[in-house]
């Protein structure tokens, strides 16, 4: 997704409530007993999560968008997340790396954000991206976590605290194998390739269109699926066994 052209961005006044603007009910925070979710609040988490993302160039050669300055990323933000109801987007926390204090320590314990998109309250159904985990924070029990943390709160039904959706979706690169293997860890199957579903910013490698269908190249998405009956056929007791892994 290309940023649109930068225009005059909210104030700071702005970001420093959550203002969570989501179509279905959240708490305010998500825990685990080493990760916590919490909305993503640019004056608060947004410098520490752009720096990490910066620190490596080729980290986002999978993304289908990009970042070039910190005003761009904001932007996104505002535009393709807080704006629309159907989405939201939280800052992961690595408990383990806050020493106490948390507000203090960001640049430490920041480890990522992750969203969801294309919630339908009336399908039950949603997606969960995008999911960025910063490079220290990769390979440790941070993804499973965050993920973990969101499938319970969506999957679960309402008795055991959830909303009891039936269908959560993944996409990915199908060239970024590892994305599609972190999703099938978490107990997500393969359903097929979407074709055509990025037109991708300039700096991105991609197919070209046909003539008068743009100028941006494309990308293709492999689609993942995690549904109610997988979920309560094992999927669960998975995604409690991963959380809890050391």
């Known amino acids: 997704m290309a940023a649109p052209p930068l225009t005059s961005l909210p104030s700071p006044e702005h970001y420093k409530h959550p203002d969570v603007n989501f179509n279905i009910p959240l708490p305010l925070t998500f825990e685990t007993r080493r990760v916590r979710l ?18 490596d160039p080729d980290f986002a050669r999978y993304f289908p968008m990009s ?11 505002e535009t ?18 806050t ?3 948390e507000n203090n320590n960001l640049k430490d314990c920041v480890a990522g954000i992750i969203g969801l998109l294309h919630s339908s309250p009336l399908n039950r159904s949603l997606e969960i991206g995008p999911v960025i985990v910063l490079p220290p924070f990769q390979r ?3 993804s ?21 959706f039936r269908r959560v979706v993944w996409t990915a690169n199908p060239d970024n194998m590892a994305s599609v293997k972190a999703a099938e860890r978490m107990g997500f199957k393969q359903e097929g390739v979407m074709r055509w579903t990025w037109c991708l910013p300039p700096d991105k490698a991609g197919k070209k269109a046909g003539n008068e269908r ?33």
Do not use: M
């Open 38 to 55: 919490t909305p993503f609040i640019p004056t608060i988490h947004g410098e520490a999560f752009y720096s990490g993302f910066q620190a």
């Open 67 to 77: 970042f070039p300055t910190y005003a761009t990323f904001l932007d996104f933000f």
């Open 80 to 97: 393709y997340i807080r704006s629309d109801p159907a989405s939201v987007l939280f800052t992961i926390i690595d408990k383990t790396k």
């Open 99 to 101: 020493n106490g204090d």
């Open 140 to 142: 440790t029990f941070v």
């Open 144 to 164: 499973s976590n965050a993920i973990g943390l969101l499938l319970k709160y969506v999957l679960n039904v309402p008795s055991e605290g959830g909303l009891g």
């Open 214 to 246: 743009g100028d941006a190249c494309g990308r293709d998405s492999i689609l993942l699926s995690l549904c109610w009956d997988d979920w309560e056929n094992g999927g669960k007791e998975q995604v409690d066994k991963l959380i809890e892994r050391v």
